[in-house]
């Protein structure tokens, strides 16, 4: 069974830093693309961010471009977020995604976890 | 970036009712659209990829169609499980973005 479990979240002052794990069991990680998705409240979903399985290409919102880095480790199969500079439009539930299928173009996501808060307040 | 746009915002329906959610893209985008469905306080669910590719474990009274820069989801005959908040989401190229989202309601 696949599963997506986030940590990491909490409360941060804007300009703060705060970096997301996300542990990932039931498939093979290494062989899939991950990706970060938020929500803020009451909004829609946003995506945040792509590491290639292989982890050498990464992708990023212009929202967020500069200030975040996704990163993985295949050894303990985690993937994770490290987000800077944090801003108060930056307050959102973040979920980590799995790619659908190991083909491209392909990135829909098949597994979510259950996302973990981040709000950005002074 | 390609941007999504789906209509309505907020659809009312009675259970039994055939429901039809419409996403349109900014430019071409083949096939490569997904459609998922989100309800409160929970973790989004795939339910149709590459347009009208029906992901497993989804009931068949969802399905999807399109191509290009026009797409449909289709609820055949809406049952209670069914009222939540469906998204659109395009993955073509390396910029992916989701539509606004449309909230199904109960009339």
């Known amino acids: 069974e696949v599963q997506l479990l986030e940590s990491g979240g909490g409360l941060v002052q804007p300009g703060g830093s705060l970096r997301l794990s996300c542990a990932a069991s039931?498939?093979?990680?290494?062989?899939?693309?991950m990706s970060w998705v938020r929500q803020a409240p009451g909004k829609g979903l946003e995506w945040v961010s792509t590491?290639?399985?292989?982890?050498?290409?990464?992708y990023y919102a212009d929202s967020v471009r500069g200030r975040f880095t996704i990163s993985r480790d295949s050894s303990n199969n985690t993937l994770y977020l490290q987000m800077n500079s944090l801003r108060a439009e930056d307050t959102a539930v973040y979920y980590c995604?799995?790619?659908?299928?190991?083909?491209?173009?392909?990135?829909?996501?098949?597994?979510w976890g259950q996302g973990t808060l981040v709000t950005v307040s002074s | 970036d390609i941007q999504m746009t789906q209509s309505p915002s907020t659809l009312s329906a009675s259970v039994g009712d055939r429901v039809t959610i419409t996403c349109r893209a900014s430019?071409?985008?083949?096939?490569?659209l997904a459609w998922y469905q989100q309800k409160p306080g929970k973790a989004p669910k795939l339910l149709i990829y590459?347009?009208?590719s029906l992901q497993s474990g989804v009931p068949l009274r969802f399905s999807g169609s399109g191509s290009g820069t026009e797409f449909t989801l289709t609820i055949s005959s809406l049952q209670p499980d069914d009222f939540a908040t469906y998204y659109c989401?395009?993955?073509?190229?390396?910029?992916?973005?989701f539509g606004q989202g449309t909230k199904v309601e109960i009339k």
């Open positions: 590459k347009a009208s």
């Open positions: 590491i290639s399985a292989s982890g050498g290409n990464t």
């Open positions: 430019q071409t985008i083949s096939s490569w």
């Open positions: 989401q395009q993955y073509n190229g390396y910029l992916w973005t």
């Open positions: 995604a799995k790619k659908g299928t190991t083909m491209t173009p392909g990135n829909y996501f098949d597994y």
């Open positions: 039931g498939f093979t990680f290494s062989s899939y693309a």
